[in-house]
């Protein structure tokens, strides 16, 4: 079974500009996350879909930060314009559902490391 | 609100040896599951171990076990015979059952050594 796939794995831009980071969950996997994880610390959650809805995005930061599943599968995380404070890993992950217990574990793909200069 | 505590920075264990990572956690939830992952310097988070509160028998993956003491609040992973590809940074993770969001601890650094 795949795992989940991210791309790109690594992106260097200057501050103000834009970026798009790509994730496909595992097959069948109904709930999406996106995470950004500074370096030394915990990932910390930016949003969450069920399907093609959105659950979570309270710490989503809404006025440079967009992120969109319009199918219900692959999603785009989008930050515009960068500062330099965005440089950090984003992980997206995928769960089979949110019925709680083992089905809710998070199966985590790759990362793409932002550097923002 | 929910807690993760990983007391431990970082540590070093040889090569055969057993290491204990410590997490607790703060919860007023009645039901929810006990996470614990590992990321190597490539950066990937990869699932090692689940718990959940209401089960009976503590987890157990292989070279993975978790030491579950549900009264204590805490959830302690142990690697048997530490290899070296165990080096990694570990993170415990928590979700209550009903809602919320997976909440992550600071993390472990372990150097397994030869």
């Known amino acids: 079974e795949a795992g989940v796939a991210q791309s790109p794995r690594y992106k260097i831009i200057e501050k103000r500009q834009s970026v798009a980071f790509w994730c496909n969950p595992i097959s069948g996997h109904a709930t999406l996350y996106w995470y950004q994880q500074i370096l030394g610390q915990g990932p910390k959650l930016l949003i969450q879909f069920q399907n093609n809805g959105v659950v979570d995005d309270s710490q989503l930061p809404k006025d440079r930060f967009s992120a969109e599943r319009l199918k219900g599968v692959d999603s785009t995380l989008k930050i515009q314009p960068a500062k330099l404070e965005d440089s950090a890993v984003y992980l997206c992950?995928?769960?089979?559902?949110?019925?709680?217990?083992?089905?809710?574990?998070?199966?985590f793909g790759p990362g793409t490391r932002l550097l923002v200069l | 609100a929910q807690k993760i505590t990983q007391t431990q920075p970082g540590m070093f264990v040889q090569e055969k040896e057993a290491v204990t990572l410590d997490c607790t956690y703060d919860t007023s939830d009645p039901s929810y599951g006990l996470f614990w992952y590992k990321q190597p310097s490539s950066g990937e988070m990869i699932f090692l171990i689940y718990q959940g509160s209401y089960d009976q028998q503590n987890a157990t993956e292989g070279r993975y076990s978790l030491n579950f003491q549900k009264a204590r609040k805490s959830a302690n992973l142990v690697i048997s015979a530490s290899q070296l590809g165990d080096s990694a940074m570990y993170f415990c993770?928590?979700?209550?059952?009903?809602?919320?969001?997976?909440?992550f601890g600071a993390g472990t650094q372990v150097v397994v050594t030869p």
């Open positions: 993770a928590m979700k209550p059952d009903s809602w919320g969001k997976l909440q």
């Open positions: 992950a995928s769960s089979f559902s949110l019925a709680g217990g083992k089905q809710e574990t998070q199966y």
